[in-house]
Structure formats: structure tokens, C-alpha cells
């Protein structure tokens, strides 16, 4: 089991910046890789970044120069650092881990999700 809470979502200004934490328990052995979706109003689920085991990182275009995922690996933690924010950066954003299962395939688990507000 693998059990992922997200936390530091908020409401912030136009051109603010939020940091958002994703804190691992259980198999962490387990988790190949680690990422970030949000959903926003109305709008489809969308994968903003992602964190593998070798640290390689990938961004959506939508945020890449602007956020910044990093993990902590003794603290087994994923964070999400959000500068420049948008409006349309609002949504709900959810922590998700890849992990592998004993069979050799992958799964994946998902934290409860915060809420990031963008508004003046």
C-alpha cells in the first residue's frame, strides 16, 4: 500500500507563487515514478509533471518555465513548485505515484487532491 497526501493548496494572486507537497507512506520501494495532474473547472484531467526514480523530470507545456517538480527522497516527498500562476493554473491538483506490482505490471495511486486557486 501506498497512501499519498498533497498539501499547500490555496488561493494566491496572478503571478504568485505556491509550493505543493505530496508526502509518500507505505511500499515506497515500490514507486517507479511520481507526477502531478490537475483538474479545473469544466476542463479535462490533465498531467502537469512527473519525477522518475533516476529524477528525470517532464512538464506539460502549459507549465514548463514555470513549475518545478522535485522529490526528497528521505523524506519521501514530492513537491511542486508553481511561480508566474496563471487563472487558468486553478484546479484541483492531485498527487499520483507509479508503482510496480509483484506481477511485473504497474499501478497507480492517487492522493485526495488540493485545491489551487489563481484570482485577484
Known amino acids: 500500500q501506498v497512501q499519498l497526501v498533497e498539501s499547500g493548496g490555496g488561493l494566491v494572486q496572478p503571478g504568485g507563487s505556491l509550493r505543493l507537497s505530496c508526502a509518500a507512506s507505505?511500499?515506497?520501494?515500490?514507486?517507479?515514478?511520481m507526477g502531478w495532474y490537475r483538474q479545473g473547472p469544466g476542463k479535462q484531467r490533465e498531467l502537469v509533471a512527473t519525477?522518475?526514480?533516476?529524477?528525470?523530470?517532464n512538464y506539460a507545456d502549459s507549465v514548463k518555465g514555470r513549475f518545478t517538480v522535485s522529490r526528497d527522497n528521505v523524506k519521501n516527498t514530492m513537491y511542486l513548485q508553481m511561480n508566474s500562476l496563471k487563472p487558468e493554473d486553478t484546479a484541483v491538483y492531485y498527487c499520483y505515484a507509479l508503482r510496480a506490482a509483484s506481477n511485473g505490471g504497474v499501478f497507480g495511486s492517487w492522493g485526495q487532491g488540493t485545491q489551487v486557486t489563481v484570482s485577484s
Open positions: 519525477i522518475n526514480t533516476a529524477g528525470s523530470t
Open positions: 507505505g511500499s515506497i520501494s515500490s514507486i517507479k515514478a
